[in-house]
């Protein structure tokens, strides 16, 4: 199916002789459907260029080949490389011998990524020349080879059939690595099945196409990427990987979209906000973007209407779901003459999830009572990856179902069940605020600062030594004259004691926007003497 080397677009690789699919129980079907009907058609695009089904079929057996001669196929293997087709192709390389991939971005702090690695035993770790220094730094104690040396080894057809007819659908094909209340990471491990089930329904679901290019905004290490690889995959169509330093320059990021013939974009909320809140879709025309689907956090109103009036045909999609589910079980399709004046709605269970809303064990029926989400389905993560004991507190039996095991995950999330039966968002469990006996989601403070005018996006913390809520928010609106507005929707504990605009919102790595970040900023900015003036309100 072609070398080892990336091809421009519209030269085609030698294809060899068709054979029966091999992976059509695992993670790897989509990508061996496309080598085997279509090896010509471009599969990735990334900064380095346009990369074939065939030849990233072909990639991926070169690859577990050179991990079957280092003694290392079927094991647990970290994948520390910049995003790129590098990348993908050693996942697949990994899931071909048998073993799974775990996503570790290379500037990872190296107390993290040794804790990582101390989760999974002893896993070999695989990386490119370019970060080789950096992968033997934050591993200096595993076995680090590089996909370019292992690229290069000549196919083992023979054992690669024998170890393909060994993988169970149950097996483990990735795990992803989620920051823990603790401080330890929980390593989320997702089967071949659970990928299977969730991306074919995702693809029916919102129409993917072949002719389709899907712009990857998300790091490879968070499950929104899940969406953008198979989901491409799985129609047939391209994913074009956006490198991250493009989320700094939004305006080059929107041109980037356009360059590459992006139509559709699954994208982190505060990823779209970047760009909208930057004026970065001012004058530009992407004609070609028909889908756009967010996920992350609440997408606030006024930046999801600059969205839809600079794009009149798109399709607008609001998704939840925690990487535990294998990326989403519920979805909302915008209708775009709706006031969603009590915000955007959850939306349907997509198929084969079961989601239901809990206090305690008891359904939630009541309108306008709130509740946990709770998920169940087959297409569940396996659990926390050698961590039995927090499995065992989130992955728990059905309580409305106890004549035969049925396994349910506790999302953490809180929805209210608003009429005709329909979920909307309104914090975690774990950031519900306590004050004066009322209990407060600080998410719904966000949403009643959203609803005025001059404001653009708004995130609350809570500073727990002040016993205070501290509101911060983008946009032109006087700090001033938010206290007494907000004051008409919230109960009074719920005011904020602290209302400040800033320039832009800080994120975390995996794209939301971080709270104890915007509360420490503001914390050092009044450490000592307060000067006056200044835009927020005490």
Same mark, same amino acid.
């Given at each position: 199916?072609?070398?080892?080397?990336?091809?421009?677009?519209?030269?085609?690789?030698?294809?060899?002789?068709?054979?029966?699919?091999?992976?059509? %129980?695992?993670?790897?079907?989509?990508?061996?459907?496309?080598?085997?009907?279509?090896?010509?058609?471009?599969?990735?695009?990334?900064?380095?260029?346009?990369?074939?089904?065939?030849?990233?079929?072909?990639?991926?057996?070169?690859?577990?080949?050179?991990?079957?001669?280092?003694?290392?196929?079927?094991?647990?293997?970290?994948?520390?490389?910049?995003?790129?087709?590098?990348?993908?192709?050693?996942?697949?390389?990994?899931?071909?011998?048998?073993?799974?991939?775990?996503?570790?971005?290379?500037?990872?702090?190296?107390?993290?990524?040794?804790?990582?690695?101390?989760?999974?035993?002893?896993?070999?770790?695989?990386?490119?020349?370019?970060?080789?220094?950096?992968?033997?730094?934050?591993?200096?104690?595993?076995?680090?080879?590089?996909?370019?040396?292992?690229?290069?080894?000549?196919?083992?057809?023979?054992?690669?059939?024998?170890?393909?007819?060994?993988?169970?659908?149950?097996?483990?094909?990735?795990?992803?690595?989620?920051?823990?209340?603790?401080?330890?990471?929980?390593?989320?491990?997702?089967?071949?099945?659970?990928?299977?089930?969730?991306?074919?329904?995702?693809?029916?679901?919102?129409?993917?196409?072949?002719?389709?290019?899907?712009?990857?905004?998300?790091?490879?290490?968070?499950?929104?990427?899940?969406?953008?690889?198979?989901?491409?995959?799985?129609?047939?169509?391209?994913?074009?990987? &956006?490198?991250?330093?493009?989320?700094?320059?939004?305006?080059?990021?929107?041109?980037?979209?356009?360059?590459?013939?992006?139509?559709?974009?699954?994208?982190?909320?505060?990823?779209?906000?970047?760009?909208?809140?930057?004026?970065?879709?001012?004058?530009?025309? &992407?004609?070609?973007?028909?889908?756009?689907?967010?996920?992350?956090?609440?997408?606030?109103?006024? %930046?999801?209407?600059?969205?839809?009036?600079?794009?009149?045909?798109?399709?607008?999609?609001?998704?939840?779901?925690?990487?535990?589910?294998?990326?989403?079980?519920?979805? %909302?399709?915008?209708?775009?003459?709706?006031?969603?004046?009590?915000?955007?709605?959850?939306?349907?269970?997509?198929?084969?999830?079961?989601?239901?809303?809990?206090?305690?064990?008891?359904?939630?029926?009541?309108?306008?009572?709130?509740?946990?989400?709770?998920?169940?389905?087959?297409?569940?993560?396996?659990?926390?990856?050698?961590?039995?004991?927090?499995?065992?507190?989130?992955?728990?039996?059905?309580? &409305?179902?106890?004549?035969?095991?049925?396994?349910?995950?506790?999302?953490?999330?809180?929805?209210?069940?608003?009429?005709?039966?329909?979920?909307?968002?309104?914090?975690?469990?774990?950031?519900?605020?306590?004050?004066?006996?009322?209990?407060?989601?600080?998410?719904?403070?966000?949403?009643?600062?959203?609803?005025?005018?001059?404001?653009?996006?708004?995130?609350?913390?809570?500073?727990?030594?002040?016993?205070?809520?501290?509101?911060?928010?983008?946009?032109?609106?006087?700090?001033?004259?938010?206290?007494?507005?907000?004051?008409?929707?919230?109960?009074?504990?719920?005011?904020?004691?602290?209302?400040?605009?800033?320039?832009?919102?800080?994120?975390?790595?995996?794209?939301?926007?971080?709270?104890?970040?915007?509360?420490?900023?503001?914390?050092?900015?009044?450490?000592?003497?307060?000067?006056?003036?200044?835009? %927020?309100?005490?």
């Amino acid at each position: 199916m072609g070398d080892a080397v990336p091809r421009p677009v519209g030269v085609t690789s030698p294809v060899r002789p068709a054979r029966r699919a091999r992976y059509a %129980h695992t993670a790897l079907a989509f990508l061996e459907r496309g080598a085997l009907e279509h090896p010509a058609r471009v599969a990735v695009t990334d900064e380095g260029g346009s990369y074939e089904y065939g030849w990233l079929f072909e990639r991926g057996q070169r690859i577990a080949s050179g991990l079957l001669a280092h003694g290392v196929g079927g094991r647990p293997a970290i994948v520390c490389m910049e995003k790129g087709v590098g990348a993908l192709a050693a996942f697949f390389g990994v899931l071909m011998t048998g073993g799974f991939y775990v996503p570790v971005d290379p500037g990872a702090p190296r107390g993290r990524a040794s804790r990582c690695a101390a989760r999974l035993g002893r896993p070999v770790v695989l990386t490119d020349e370019r970060g080789l220094p950096e992968a033997r730094r934050l591993f200096a104690d595993l076995t680090v080879l590089t996909v370019d040396a292992l690229g290069q080894t000549p196919v083992a057809e023979g054992e690669l059939a024998r170890l393909a007819r060994g993988i169970a659908p149950s097996d483990v094909a990735y795990v992803l690595f989620t920051s823990g209340s603790t401080g330890e990471p929980k390593g989320v491990a997702v089967s071949h099945a659970a990928i299977l089930e969730f991306v074919s329904s995702f693809v029916d679901t919102f129409g993917l196409r072949p002719d389709d290019v899907l712009g990857s905004q998300a790091p490879l290490d968070f499950d929104v990427s899940v969406k953008d690889v198979y989901g491409a995959l799985a129609a047939g169509a391209t994913v074009a990987l &956006l490198p991250r330093r493009l989320f700094s320059a939004p305006a080059r990021l929107v041109a980037e979209l356009e360059e590459r013939g992006v139509t559709v974009l699954v994208w982190a909320v505060a990823a779209l906000c970047l760009v909208s809140g930057l004026r970065a879709l001012d004058g530009v025309r &992407l004609p070609r973007v028909r889908l756009v689907m967010f996920s992350g956090e609440v997408m606030p109103a006024e %930046h999801l209407r600059r969205w839809m009036e600079r794009l009149p045909r798109a399709t607008f999609v609001n998704l939840y779901g925690p990487t535990e589910v294998t990326c989403n079980c519920l979805y %909302h399709v915008v209708e775009r003459g709706r006031a969603y004046d009590g915000g955007l709605p959850l939306g349907d269970p997509l198929p084969g999830r079961r989601v239901l809303l809990l206090d305690g064990e008891s359904p939630v029926t009541r309108e306008g009572s709130v509740g946990e989400i709770c998920v169940g389905g087959s297409a569940l993560a396996r659990g926390y990856y050698a961590d039995p004991e927090r499995t065992a507190r989130s992955f728990v039996q059905n309580p &409305l179902f106890a004549a035969l095991p049925e396994m349910m995950y506790r999302t953490g999330d809180l929805a209210r069940l608003g009429a005709g039966g329909e979920l909307y968002f309104c914090g975690r469990v774990d950031s519900q605020v306590k004050l004066q006996g009322h209990r407060i989601e600080l998410e719904e403070v966000d949403a009643a600062l959203e609803a005025q005018p001059g404001v653009e996006r708004c995130r609350c913390a809570y500073d727990a030594p002040r016993r205070r809520i501290c509101a911060f928010f983008e946009g032109a609106a006087d700090p001033a004259g938010l206290r007494s507005a907000v004051a008409d929707l919230v109960p009074g504990p719920a005011v904020p004691a602290v209302i400040e605009r800033v320039g832009s919102m800080p994120l975390t790595r995996n794209g939301k926007v971080d709270r104890a970040a915007l509360l420490g900023g503001y914390l050092e900015r009044v450490r000592g003497a307060r000067k006056g003036g200044g835009d %927020h309100v005490e």
